[in-house]
């Protein structure tokens, strides 16, 4: 079956830096996506990897490894209103999203 | 980036009524329209895909009499749940796509059934 794990929940404290990881286990792949949600709100895009390597943009980067099955996501400089859940997503050979469960991200003063 | 309306944005209902959302890509024409449902502090479950012009395809589980999805042009998708029940109460979602790029999500729509 086709499979996308994150991490529950994960603390940090603002200012500092924090990687959200993801391992997926899909059928094909045409991509993977980093969303942002906050409570009670429509997820927002953060980045796209479709070739290995890592996509810089402003404070969050996001990495992708093909062979292995995994990406993250970066977060440098955080700030309070960073605090939301992250949410992993992969486009499987039929271009449809399979979505991971999200990571809870809390930012602490 | 590309915007996706949805309306309405919360919504309350009596048990027995139908609802009817909109999905509306207002600045580019989708190929797919996704419409998905996310229950409190989990992720977003894939109800179905709907292609323009096609019926939509339902996921494993979700009744497609009971949510019943129409997708008239390139730019409009609507999910009408039918004979609504409290447990239909959740967070109701599209996404609108063209093949080779992100996902555009709306808004999103609160539904309670009372």
């Known amino acids: 079956g086709q499979n996308i794990d994150q991490p529950t929940e994960m603390t940090a404290t603002e200012g500092a830096i924090v990687q959200i990881n993801c391992t997926y286990q899909t059928s094909g792949f045409n991509g993977l996506f980093w969303y942002q949600q906050h409570a009670g709100e429509a997820p927002t895009f953060l980045s796209y990897n479709v070739l290995d390597g890592l996509e810089e943009k402003g404070r969050f980067s996001s990495f992708l490894s093909r062979s292995k099955g995994y990406s993250y996501l970066l977060l440098k400089e955080l700030q309070m209103k960073d605090s939301a859940s992250y949410l992993c997503?992969?486009?499987?050979?039929?271009?449809?999203?399979?979505w991971g469960a999200g990571t809870k991200l809390i930012i602490k003063p | 980036g590309a915007v996706v309306s949805q309306h309405p944005s919360r919504v309350i209902c009596k048990s027995g009524t139908s609802v009817k959302i909109e999905c509306r890509s207002l600045?580019?024409?989708?190929?797919?329209m996704f419409w998905y449902r996310q229950f409190p502090k989990q992720s977003l479950m894939l109800m179905a895909t709907?292609?323009?012009?096609?019926?939509?395809?339902?996921e494993q589980g979700v009744e497609k009499d009971k949510f019943l999805i129409n997708h008239a042009s390139l730019t409009l998708s609507t999910l009408t749940v039918t004979s609504a029940h409290p447990e239909d109460s959740s967070f109701y979602i599209c996404?609108?796509?063209?093949?080779?790029?992100?996902?555009?999500f709306g808004q999103g729509t609160r539904l309670t059934v009372v």
């Open positions: 600045d580019f024409q989708a190929t797919t």
């Open positions: 709907s292609n323009e012009g096609s019926k939509a395809t339902y």
């Open positions: 997503a992969v486009r499987d050979s039929n271009y449809q999203l399979i």
């Open positions: 996404s609108a796509s063209i093949r080779d790029f992100e996902a555009f």
